[in-house]
């Protein structure tokens, strides 16, 4: 190795200075200030540990944009969202940016010349909003109650919701209702709702592209049922969507399905700019029907850095590059660009569900043509696991998550495949010759590797 003479007269090696003669302090501060280079260089190189991001097939999240979106966001890293007075263009982006997503979901009575007309916020991610979406509706079902009810109110959702929501009711003192899958179903059901709702319910969680299996939740019949109840004398129970995953793909593939505002008793909707929106970690939405269905007294106005601020956030500080991002995705692609894209991405995923259908080692629970998402289990009794499959996959590049499904079907388990951005035909026809390389592979040793759950939103 070259080595070169240090400024104080040690010699140390050309390529990372004192990093390779010295240990590196990992639990505190070095003594000594170090050189930009080396720093970068050795941070850069622990993080070739990691897996790569692109074969990372068990994430939702984004993957890759544009280079021309990487550099916007790179320029903006150092604006704060909150200061909204300071950095006034970066606020009117996230306005326009709401007010997008709101048209996107049929929200009722929106300004196409005042930005502002939308009632939302942008969040650091889908869980941020399900937390605000949750005490709204907590917020709205206490004022019908009034404010002398001490009793605890619940919320009816499915066991296969994403933990976040299991968080929500923890952290703000809402009793959940879970509603049970069971072997082939993995979606909630109308008679499940019916039969779970009361007079303290907040609201019925219906999930547009559920983390398991990416299917879609039955939400107009959802309505219905509820409408039906409410007309009966029953109680009136509003219904929030988590579209965290399909919130962004559904409106482009599938633009005529009734699941959004359309449905006069959908109340609120969360959706994550950083899955399907197609944008880097870590941007989302929570969107409101209307004004009224968001409480005031939810919302804070800060007299802060010199101007008078509404918000209504968990988060105070954090960068506007993510919003800018998101701008930059809605500007450059438009409707038309989303659709050619959702539907690529639909025709690969469709692609890899036919191939691992015909392959007698598996059993095809979703194809993709719901959201670019493949669910597959194994078919029949073998030697080896779906864990098998997953671990033998990451000794080849691929992370592929292999998991059970939710209570009721826990003998049920699953691989699960995300088509995103950035993942090319190409790659899943490369993808497909792996899995039959594995399965060949496991067929004639039969040995199990691991029995670890992997699993990732």
């Given at each position: 190795?070259?080595?070169?003479?240090?400024?104080?007269?040690?010699?140390?090696?050309?390529?990372?200075?004192?990093?390779?003669?010295?240990?590196?302090?990992?639990?505190?501060?070095?003594?000594?200030?170090?050189?930009?280079?080396?720093?970068?260089?050795?941070?850069?190189?622990?993080?070739?540990?990691?897996?790569?991001?692109?074969?990372?097939?068990?994430?939702?999240?984004?993957?890759?944009?544009?280079?021309?979106?990487?550099?916007?966001?790179?320029?903006?890293?150092?604006?704060?969202?909150?200061?909204?007075?300071?950095?006034?263009?970066?606020?009117?982006?996230?306005?326009?940016?709401?007010?997008?997503?709101?048209?996107?979901?049929?929200?009722?009575?929106?300004?196409?010349?005042?930005?502002?007309?939308?009632?939302?916020?942008?969040?650091?991610?889908?869980?941020?909003?399900?937390?605000?979406?949750?005490?709204?509706?907590?917020?709205?079902?206490?004022?019908?109650?009034?404010?002398?009810?001490?009793?605890?109110?619940?919320?009816?959702?499915?066991?296969?919701?994403?933990?976040?929501?299991?968080?929500?009711?923890?952290?703000?003192?809402?009793?959940?209702?879970?509603?049970p899958m069971e072997k082939g179903r993995y979606v909630i059901t109308t008679e499940q709702v019916r039969e779970a709702v009361d007079e303290n319910?907040?609201?019925?969680?219906?999930?547009?592209?559920?983390?398991?299996?990416?299917?879609?939740?039955?939400?107009?019949?959802?309505?219905?049922?509820?409408?039906?109840?409410?007309?009966?004398?029953?109680?009136?129970?509003?219904?929030?969507?988590d579209a965290a995953s399909g919130g962004f793909v559904v409106p482009f593939l599938h633009p005529q399905l009734d699941w959004d505002f359309r449905?006069?008793?959908?109340?609120?909707?969360?959706?994550?700019?950083?899955?399907?929106?197609?944008?880097?970690?870590?941007?989302?939405?929570?969107?409101w029907r209307t004004k009224e269905d968001l409480p005031e007294e939810l919302v804070f106005r800060v007299n802060y850095l010199g101007g008078d601020?509404?918000?209504?956030?968990?988060?105070?500080?954090?960068?506007?590059?993510?919003?800018?991002?998101?701008?930059?995705?809605?500007?450059?692609?438009?409707?038309?660009?989303?659709?050619?894209?959702?539907?690529?991405?639909?025709?690969?995923?469709?692609?890899?569900?036919?191939?691992?259908?015909?392959?007698?080692?598996?059993?095809?629970?979703?194809?993709?043509?719901?959201?670019?998402?493949?669910?597959?289990?194994?078919?029949?009794?073998?030697?080896?696991?779906?864990?098998?499959?997953?671990?033998?996959?990451?000794?080849?590049?691929?992370?592929?998550?292999?998991?059970?499904?939710?209570?009721?079907?826990?003998?049920?388990?699953?691989?699960?495949?995300?088509?995103?951005?950035?993942?090319?035909?190409?790659?899943?026809?490369?993808?497909?010759?792996?899995?039959?390389?594995?399965?060949?592979?496991?067929?004639?040793?039969?040995?199990?590797?691991?029995?670890?759950?992997?699993?990732?939103?």
């Open positions: 190795m070259a080595r070169i003479e240090h400024p104080h007269g040690v010699i140390a090696a050309a390529y990372t200075g004192r990093f390779a003669t010295n240990p590196v302090p990992a639990l505190r501060l070095p003594e000594e200030q170090l050189d930009p280079e080396a720093a970068y260089r050795f941070i850069h190189d622990e993080l070739m540990l990691d897996g790569s991001s692109r074969l990372n097939l068990a994430t939702f999240v984004t993957t890759w944009m544009d280079p021309q979106a990487e550099k916007l966001m790179a320029e903006t890293f150092d604006k704060n969202m909150i200061d909204k007075d300071e950095y006034p263009a970066t606020a009117s982006i996230e306005e326009r940016c709401v007010n997008m997503v709101a048209d996107l979901f049929h929200a009722p009575g929106l300004d196409a010349e005042h930005p502002s007309s939308a009632t939302g916020v942008s969040t650091i991610g889908s869980s941020e909003a399900v937390m605000l979406a949750g005490l709204a509706l907590k917020w709205r079902w206490r004022a019908r109650r009034g404010d002398a009810d001490t009793t605890r109110p619940n919320l009816v959702l499915g066991s296969n919701v994403q933990v976040v929501w299991e968080k929500f009711c923890r952290y703000f003192d809402v009793e959940p209702k879970y509603l319910t907040i609201a019925v969680v219906a999930i547009l592209g559920t983390t398991f299996t990416g299917e879609l939740e039955p939400v107009a019949e959802i309505c219905g049922v509820l409408d039906a109840l409410a007309a009966g004398g029953g109680p009136d129970v509003p219904v929030h969507v449905l006069p008793r959908v109340k609120s909707i969360n959706a994550s700019g950083h899955k399907y929106g197609l944008t880097y970690p870590g941007i989302g939405f929570a969107i601020m509404p918000t209504f956030t968990l988060n105070f500080s954090r960068p506007g590059n993510q919003v800018i991002g998101q701008y930059y995705n809605f500007l450059r692609l438009g409707r038309s660009g989303y659709t050619n894209i959702m539907e690529a991405l639909r025709n690969t995923a469709v692609r890899v569900s036919a191939h691992l259908a015909e392959h007698p080692a598996f059993e095809v629970i979703t194809d993709g043509s719901a959201i670019p998402v493949v669910s597959f289990t194994l078919s029949g009794e073998r030697s080896y696991t779906v864990f098998d499959i997953s671990h033998e996959l990451r000794a080849r590049g691929w992370q592929v998550p292999a998991y059970t499904m939710p209570e009721n079907a826990t003998d049920v388990a699953v691989l699960r495949i995300v088509v995103r951005e950035g993942f090319s035909a190409d790659l899943g026809r490369l993808l497909c010759m792996s899995i039959s390389e594995v399965v060949e592979q496991l067929d004639a040793d039969g040995t199990r590797h691991s029995t670890a759950t992997h699993f990732a939103h």
